[in-house]
Structure formats: C-alpha cells, structure tokens
C-alpha cells in the first residue's frame, strides 16, 4: 500500500518496489533498438554516481562547487510558504544533499516533514532516509512521515502518491540537479508532473542554463570526465573499448551537450534558456512565479517555482 510511515531509527523505511532488474533490462534492449538510451539506466550504480558528485567532477558544478545547494540556503526563506503544510514529492533523490535542504527547513520551522522520494535506485532512497534519521537527531521533537517509491518517473501518476496527511494541504514536487535535463524532450518530465499534481500544487524546478559564454566550458567538462565516461559505459554496456563522441547542439528552447556511441545517443544533458522552459511548463498549466526565480552568480545554475492552475490533472 502507498502509504507514508513514521520514520523511526531501527527501523527501515517503506518502500515500494515497482520496477524490477529484468524490466530495466529490457527497457534498456528497447533503448538500443531506439537508438536513444533513458537517463534512467546512468544510475544503475549508485557508487559511481558517488564518486562523480565530488567536487568538480560533477559537470554540474561550474563556477563554484554546489552552488544549487548555495542558491536554496540563500533563499530559504523564499521557500517556506511553498513548504508549509506540504507533502514533499522529490522527483529524483541522487545524493540527497540539496534535498537535504529542504527538509531542513521543514524541520527547522516546523519540527514535521512529509517525504517521497521517487528513484530508480533503491540504495539511494534509503540513504536519504538515513541522512532524515541522522538530522532528527538533532531534535528529538522533529516528525517525518516517509514513503520511498523505488520506480520509473514515467509510471508515476497521481494514484501512485500518498495521500496528504492531516497536516499537508497540498503537494510540492521539487526536481533537483538538472534533472530535467536528462529527458531528450523537457515535455516528457512536465507531462509526468502534471498527471501527478492537482490544481494549487507547487513545483520547485532547478535547472542548468544555455548561457552562451558557459557551454564550452561545460562541453569540456563532460568529454574530459574519466568518471562520467566510466559511469555511461558501465550502465549502458555498450562500445566499451570505444571513446564517446560528444556534441553541443542548439534547439530552440535548450541547448544539449550529447554523448554518441557510433550512432546510438548514451547520454545527454539538456541547458535551457529560461523564458523558453517557462513556456513548456505553461502549456501544461503550471505558471511561474515571477518573486521566486533565483541563478547563481556564475548564471550556470536556475531554480525557480510555479504552481499548478488547472482544475484536476487531466
């Protein structure tokens, strides 16, 4: 049953599991067949994907180190009433530390947080949860009602969240790390919030920018990282005495950095131009909110909020 549980030292947390090995699998004969591999086969490894967000080694970090976790401790306060009394749905987990941020301020303010964390990998839901357990430590008044939901993004749909508990008046999806980015159509990741979501839900987005004077930089990152080129490699199993092939291409709304194996694309990573993002969200009734757009001082790094204004999720 999909249904948030006290989290509780000594205890494990609930996790649903509706994805298996042998559905990845496939999916991923499906991907080659397709000539485009899902970002969802990059994260396989959870000790690979580890050792890439060290540092500079994560291409996101360009300029400074972490700054998407400095942008949410700067503006934290900018958050708070789209935190309130909400449960936090978290579209990819990774690492954990800037989401670690958010539930800090939950708990800070409120001594409650309500958590789902969405991921293909399973090791990193639980890992989150224990990053949870540790934090409460700190304050034996803090509450967190937990639900980890081990599946693809594209088989979430409203029926597969919790319901909100007394306490939460709504949902606020929150999608980290550029991981918009990872879609080979931006669409595809908005169209899975929005049969998630229900009118007078919120969204906290971050994203990576097509700020023309980064791209190069950005381009020489991803073909220089050993560790980025191991992790593909490693996930997909394909042309692996074979060097990756890389490109920056320019669309209208995003430019991607994309990563060839003879003419199968292993890896992408989407930059947008951000009045060009705003539109695609709009088209699915998710409008921005102009006072909570904030990007680094590099200009690499956006997060911004919008809120859901349809009537339903249709």
Known sequence: MNSLRKL?????PAIIRN???????????????RKSISGAHWFIDARKWYRMNFAFNNPLNLGSIHSELLLIEKYQQDFLSFLDRRQLVFFGV???????????????NWDYAEIV???????????????????????LRDVVLYLGIKTLFEKMALKSL????????????????????????PSELVSIFTRCANKGDSLVLSYQTNHTHNLQSLLAKYKTNRLLHD??????????????????????????????????????SLKFWRPGLHSILGEYGW????????????????????????????
């Open 8 to 12: 509780e030292n000594g205890k494990a």
């Open 19 to 33: 994805v298996t090995p042998a559905e990845l699998r496939t999916l991923l004969l499906q991907d080659i067949d």
């Open 94 to 108: 990774g690492t954990g530390d800037t989401e670690m941020i958010f539930v800090n301020i939950c708990l800070s």
């Open 117 to 139: 964390a969405i991921d293909v990998n399973e090791q990193f839901i639980t890992d989150f949860a224990h990053s949870i357990r540790a934090k409460m430590k700190e304050d």
């Open 162 to 185: 919790p319901k909100t508990s007394a306490q939460s008046e709504a949902r606020t999806f929150i999608c980290l790390g550029n991981t918009i980015g990872n879609f080979a159509s």
């Open 231 to 268: 992790m593909i490699i490693s996930s997909v199993r394909l042309c692996k005495k074979q060097k990756l092939q890389w490109s920056l291409d320019d669309q209208q709304y995003y430019s991607i950095v994309n990563a060839y194996c003879e003419e199968i694309n292993v890896f992408r």
């Open 287 to 314: 409008n921005s909110i102009p006072n909570v757009q904030f990007t680094d001082k590099h200009n690499n790094m956006a997060m911004d909020v919008f809120l859901f204004s349809r009537v339903g999720n249709d």
